[in-house]
């Protein structure tokens, strides 16, 4: 069964930093490609990120040179390190995977994510 866990969300201060971590299940990171979104209110769900299986990695350009995807294969586990955050940031994170080796991304967005986690919130004040 698939499953997947955020943590490290927190509220921090504009120009701060934080590392989120998606810790999966059921299946192994080194072999999917796995997304970070994010919601925030009122806004659609957008992409942020994306580590291929192949472990290339690609941002959405409003987190560029900030937020950096990485993973952890022994510990079956993707991170997103964030940093010089932004009150823009604030928002509902969220980790997901498709099914497959292989994926189709959009910029810094999985395309057709079927797993998702519960989310981890990230507030970034003034």
């Known amino acids: 069964q698939v499953q997947l866990m955020e943590s490290g969300g927190d509220s921090v201060q504009s120009g701060g930093s934080l590392r989120l971590s998606c810790a999966a299940s059921?299946?192994?990171?080194?072999?999917?490609?796995v997304g970070w979104f994010r919601q925030a209110p009122r806004r659609e769900r957008e992409g942020v990120a994306v580590?291929?299986?192949?472990?290339?990695?690609y941002y959405q350009e409003f987190v560029k040179g900030r937020f950096t995807i990485s993973r952890d294969n022994a510990e079956n586990t993707v991170y997103l390190q964030m940093s010089s955050l932004k009150p823009e940031d604030t928002a509902m994170y969220y980790c997901?995977?498709?099914?497959?080796?292989?994926?189709?991304?959009?910029?810094?967005?999985?395309?057709?994510?079927?797993?998702w986690g519960q989310g981890t919130q990230v507030i970034v004040s003034s």
């Open positions: 580590i291929r299986s192949g472990g290339n990695t």
């Open positions: 059921g299946f192994s990171v080194s072999n999917r490609c």
């Open positions: 997901a995977t498709a099914p497959g080796y292989l994926c189709e991304t959009q910029g810094g967005t999985l395309s057709d994510p079927t797993y």
